[in-house]
């Protein structure tokens, strides 16, 4: 079942944030992972104002995913993450049933 990434960030320092950026997507591939949005834009619909970033990755499951997040040459290039924004990185399954899946209330 594949497992989805959904990150949000706000960056306070974009020339730090792009070294994070250039590093990303070879880890990503190793994976079998591939971005489903990158930072596009976002419109909040309802609810407050959605003012950050976001990011959507999508990977083959679960533990892919986890494996690609513990990955050595991820976590170096988080190090860039971290130091040029505030945010959260948020993993959920996908599911079979998406007809008519129990909502999980």
Not at 94 to 104: A, E, L, M, S, Y
Request: proline content about 7%; overall charge neutral; charged content about 25%.
């Amino acid at each position: 079942m594949p497992a989805y990434f959904v990150c949000t960030m706000t960056v306070h320092d974009p020339e730090t944030y792009r070294k994070y950026t250039a590093l990303t997507p070879a880890t990503v591939a190793r994976y079998g992972g591939k971005f489903l949005t990158r930072g596009d834009a976002v419109a909040t619909v309802e609810g407050p104002a959605f003012t950050e970033r976001m990011v959507i990755l999508e990977f083959p499951d679960r533990a892919t995913a986890m494996a690609w997040y513990a990955d050595a040459d991820y976590q170096s290039a988080c190090l860039f993450r971290r130091a040029a924004s505030t945010g959260r990185m948020i993993l959920q399954e996908g599911r079979d049933n998406t007809t008519n899946p129990d909502p999980k209330v």
